[in-house]
């Protein structure tokens, strides 16, 4: 059974850095397409990012483009959010996801959360000014 396990969250400063991991056990990172999402407090939860044919593709949402970086990691089944420039808006509990890419890895951070078939349980990220 395919399961994603998310870390790396924690509590920065305003313009400090944190990187999120998102581990895939069950099968092979490769053949889905990641996307990352948040969900801030009182809030509907914002897809941020994604990436597709083993990395290959990305999109960023305006909010985020510039200071985040989607990576994966093949060999450790693993893929990252590298958040840099954090702000306080950016406070929010991170959550990855997958879908199986059907051979079509084809994404984009506009995508709705539905879209989505696997989730992982969500990472805390608070940044304080």
């Known amino acids: 059974q395919l399961q994603l396990v998310e870390s790396g969250g924690g509590s920065v400063q305003s313009g400090g850095s944190l990187r999120l991991s998102c581990a895939m056990s069950?099968?092979?990172?490769?053949?889905?397409?990641i996307g990352w999402f948040r969900q801030a407090p009182g809030k509907e939860r914002e897809g941020i990012s994604c990436?597709?044919?083993?990395?290959?593709?990305?999109d960023y949402a305006g909010s985020v483009k510039g200071r985040f970086t989607i990576s994966e990691d093949s060999a450790k089944n693993t893929a990252y959010l590298q958040m840099n420039s954090l702000k306080p808006e950016d406070t929010a509990v991170y959550y990855c996801?997958?879908?199986?890419?059907?051979?079509?890895?084809?994404?984009?951070?506009?995508?709705?959360?539905?879209?989505?078939?696997?989730w992982g349980q969500g990472t805390q990220v608070t940044v304080s000014s």
């Open positions: 069950g099968s092979s990172l490769g053949d889905y397409i």
């Open positions: 990436t597709a044919n083993h990395g290959i593709m990305t």
């Open positions: 996801a997958a879908v199986w890419n059907l051979g079509l890895p084809l994404c984009s951070a506009a995508d709705r959360a539905e879209r989505y078939k696997y």
